[in-house]
Nanobody, 122 residues
Framework: QVQLVESGGGLAQPGESLRLSCVAS????????MGWFRQAPGKEREFVAA????????DYAASVKGRFTISRDNGKNTVYLQMNSLKPEDTAAYFC???????????????WGQGTQVTVSS
């Protein structure tokens, strides 16, 4: 049974940083692209970042490029999202996902975590 478990969310002030983690089990982690998506209340789920299984390719949404960094440790079956210079508009539930394509399309990802809440507010 595949499980993706996110952690690291919480409350941050504008300009601060948070690091999200997602631990995967039940799949050959090193063979999967990992993605991060987010969903704010009343809005559709949106792509944040993705990293190829080899970690040789990453992709970011324009809204987070230069502030967020996705990385992975295949030895620990873990993908990270370092979020710097947080803004109130980053407030959302953040989900990690696993798939075979490095894409921003959510329907290309096969497995999803339950999400972790990030709130950015002063």
């Amino acid at each position: 049974q595949v499980q993706l478990v996110e952690s690291g969310g919480g409350l941050a002030q504008p300009g601060e940083s948070l690091r999200l983690s997602c631990v995967a089990s039940g799949l050959t982690f090193s063979r999967y692209t990992m993605g991060w998506f987010r969903q704010a209340p009343g809005k559709e789920r949106e792509f944040v970042a993705a990293i190829h299984w080899s970690a040789g390719f990453t992709d970011y949404a324009a809204s987070v490029k230069g502030r967020f960094t996705i990385s992975r440790d295949n030895g620990k079956n873990t993908v990270y999202l370092q979020m710097n210079s947080l803004k109130p508009e980053d407030t959302a539930a953040y989900f990690c996902a696993a798939g075979k394509l490095t894409t921003s399309r959510s329907n290309a990802y096969e497995y999803w975590g339950q999400g972790t809440q990030v709130t950015v507010s002063s």
